[in-house]
């Protein structure tokens, strides 16, 4: 089972700045497909951003568009989370997941089933990001 480690929360303040890194035990099959997701007390688990590390391709929510940027450093080993602009509604614990599911037909979109927790079965134990007003 892969192993995943996250660092880098803390406090800012609205409009700050907060890089979170992902390291992860080995690049395998299952880490074909990465993803940051967050949970405030009280709410679900959503989904941020996802990567597939073999292409670079990557998906965003809504509500981090323009603001956070997933990247990956297969040399380090290592997932990445660029948050930007922070607002207090992104305070949350933030972690990172990987080993998707196949999904049992092909979709159009792979939007919605990348950022969905349900899809993951390996976690790291997550990061808190705390921003202030």
């Known amino acids: 089972q892969v192993l995943l480690v996250e660092s880098g929360g803390g406090s800012v303040q609205a409009g700050g700045s907060l890089s979170l890194s992902c390291s992860v035990s080995?690049?395998?099959?299952?880490?074909?497909?990465m993803a940051w997701f967050r949970q405030a007390p009280g709410k679900e688990r959503e989904g941020v951003a996802a990567i597939y590390t073999d292409r670079g391709t990557t998906y965003y929510a809504d509500s981090v568009k323009g603001r956070f940027t997933i990247s990956q450093d297969n040399a380090k080993k290592t997932l990445y989370l660029q948050m930007d602009s922070l607002k207090p509604e992104d305070s949350a614990m933030y972690y990172c997941?990987?080993?998707?599911?196949?999904?049992?037909?092909?979709?159009?979109?792979?939007?919605?089933?990348?950022?969905?927790?349900?899809?993951?079965?390996?976690w790291g134990q997550g990061t808190q990001v705390t921003v202030s007003s």
């Open positions: 080995a690049w395998t099959i299952a880490t074909a497909c």
């Open positions: 997941a990987t080993d998707l599911t196949l999904s049992p037909r092909p979709l159009p979109d792979y939007s919605n089933y990348v950022l969905a927790a349900g899809n993951y079965r390996s």
